[in-house]
DNA sequence: CTGTTAGCGCGTTCAA
DNA sequence: TTGAACGCGCTAACAG
């Protein structure tokens, strides 16, 4: 490993006697590359500690080999706030890092607004200026369609958590009616029959699928839930129902 | 907002009747720019919705607005993976990402391995990839020695938590000793005398800071902390000492 | 005060 | 199978 900081293509090209052309065939993973000559490279590469430089492979029209991941930043924020730790953020972290690491990825989080106006400006900021490969939305702009439609027309691949049935990105989602029906079921099998619901704020889809789920718990083995008060307001947003 | 997504500072030259470095004046707060012209600039940037792009900054020579934050591989994971949150690391995410937006910057999460060859390997990596223009150490890494020699050699600035005295680096750090020697105090002042110190792993400085503060508790209301075996073990490391 | 020139490090044409 | 030339978008010298 070199003191240099500034160990560019061209060194380890000279280094291994070859062209630059070559070298950046070997880094790529490119076809038509002798292997003896891939070898010698491999070996400048690694004796000079070369590290491509992202942003002039990026500027030569490569990718960024940048994931940016969107968090909206009051619910993040009062999280960290309370002390207390971001859920399924963390572990998005855990896995969504790891992976990018290993495929020479960098994940990168940004914080934008819950609004769609400020949240589309924010995004094509971030967006602009980093130029990531693709962009993971999460909830509740998971389900913005704004948001989705901004990135669509740009050709930006995304990913949303927490959302099915996008027809423009990777959905990563779990079966949010199906466990809301199971829990209901389970207290209606205990014998209980006044079940009330308290439900997520309406601008996460998740909310809406869940209460569903409540909504069809049979009516088998007990009665079907029914508000506690014995009205009809079974179900209660909470904090509210709209300020989340 | 336009819709396309390439629109480059020539295009917002074009438009404002000025030259491209007029308009690169503008975006870095230039002096040499007479009001009138900026303001023409200015609503060209607004209006076409032009985004500097960074990769491209940082080619011509300028800042990567990039700041890496390093942090301890093992203990991050395990932190996620038991499901709680990470102590500071949260509160640095807080400050430190806001802080960062402020100022143009983004903040790039990045976990590395505890021991020196490999950490210094993957900052090696990480850091000509990305080129930040400063780095953030975390404990342990924040007391690593061959890390700051190799930023500091590489003049690349960088900020460590839970240090001080470090001369190339700023530091910022709380009184440990103090507060560990409060601690211990406190416990003698209610009437207590055999008092035992749990301490953290040794490769973090703060560790030995918080002993010789526990050890300095004065002899005076109750008698120094002694071990509670009697003997001179009042010092336990946790998890045995060295596998944190 | 403003415009012109010359690269930054790399991938992507092309040609050999 | 390899190499040479061009340009990405921008800033840093220099000119005017």
């Not at 065939?25 to 790529?28: D, Q, Y």
């Not at 980093?130 to 990135?151: E, Q």
């Not at 998740?206 to 009665?223: D, F, L, N, T, V």
């Given at each position: 490993m070199?003191?240099?900081?500034?160990?560019?293509?061209?060194?380890v090209?000279?280094?291994?006697?070859?062209?630059?052309?070559?070298?950046s065939?070997?880094?790529?993973r490119?076809?038509?590359?002798?292997?003896?000559?891939?070898?010698?490279?491999?070996?400048?590469?690694?004796?000079?500690?070369?590290?491509?430089?992202?942003?002039?492979?990026?500027m030569?029209?490569?990718?960024?080999?940048?994931i940016?991941?969107?968090?909206?930043?009051?619910?993040?924020?009062?999280?960290?706030?309370?002390?207390?730790?971001?859920d399924?953020?963390?572990q998005?972290?855990?896995g969504g890092m790891?992976?990018?690491?290993?495929?020479?990825?960098?994940?990168?989080?940004?914080?934008?607004?819950?609004?769609?106006?400020?949240?589309?400006?924010?995004?094509?900021n971030?967006?602009?200026a980093?130029?990531?490969?693709?962009?993971?939305?999460?909830?509740?702009?998971?389900?913005?369609?704004?948001?989705?439609?901004?990135?669509t027309?740009?050709?930006i691949p995304?990913?949303?958590?927490?959302?099915?049935?996008g027809?423009?990105?990777?959905?990563?989602?779990?079966d949010?009616a199906?466990?809301?029906y199971?829990?209901?079921?389970?207290?209606?099998?205990?014998?209980?029959?006044?079940?009330?619901y308290?439900?997520?704020?309406?601008?996460?889809?998740?909310?809406?699928?869940?209460?569903?789920?409540?909504?069809?718990?049979?009516?088998?083995?007990?009665?079907?839930?029914?508000?506690?008060?014995?009205?009809?307001?079974?179900v209660?947003?909470s904090?509210g129902?709209r300020?989340?």
């Open positions: 070199s003191k240099r900081a500034d160990i560019t293509i061209d060194d090209a000279e280094a291994a006697g070859v062209s630059r052309q070559t070298v065939r070997v880094i790529n490119g076809p038509h590359v002798k292997p003896l000559v891939r070898d010698r490279v491999q070996k400048a590469i690694d004796s000079l500690g070369y590290v491509p430089n992202l942003s002039a492979r990026r030569a029209g490569s990718r960024s080999y940048l940016l991941a969107i968090n909206d930043r009051k619910r993040t924020i009062e999280n960290w706030a309370a002390g207390r730790g971001n399924w953020v963390d998005m972290l855990f790891t992976e990018c690491e290993r495929q020479g990825y960098h994940l990168l989080f940004e914080l934008i607004d819950t609004e769609t106006e400020p949240a589309l400006r924010q995004l094509a971030v967006s602009g980093l130029r990531p490969d693709g962009v993971i939305l999460t909830p509740p702009h998971s389900d913005n369609a704004a948001l989705c439609a901004w990135l027309e740009r050709s995304f990913a949303r958590i927490g959302h099915r049935d027809s423009h990105s990777v959905d990563v989602f779990m949010e199906g466990a809301a199971e829990a209901t079921r389970g207290l209606i099998a205990l014998r209980h029959s006044r079940i009330a308290i439900a997520g704020a309406p601008n996460y889809g998740a909310s809406a699928q869940r209460i569903a789920g409540y909504e069809q718990a049979p009516e088998g083995g007990g009665s079907r839930p029914r508000d506690v008060d014995g009205g009809d307001r079974r209660q947003f904090g129902g300020d989340y």
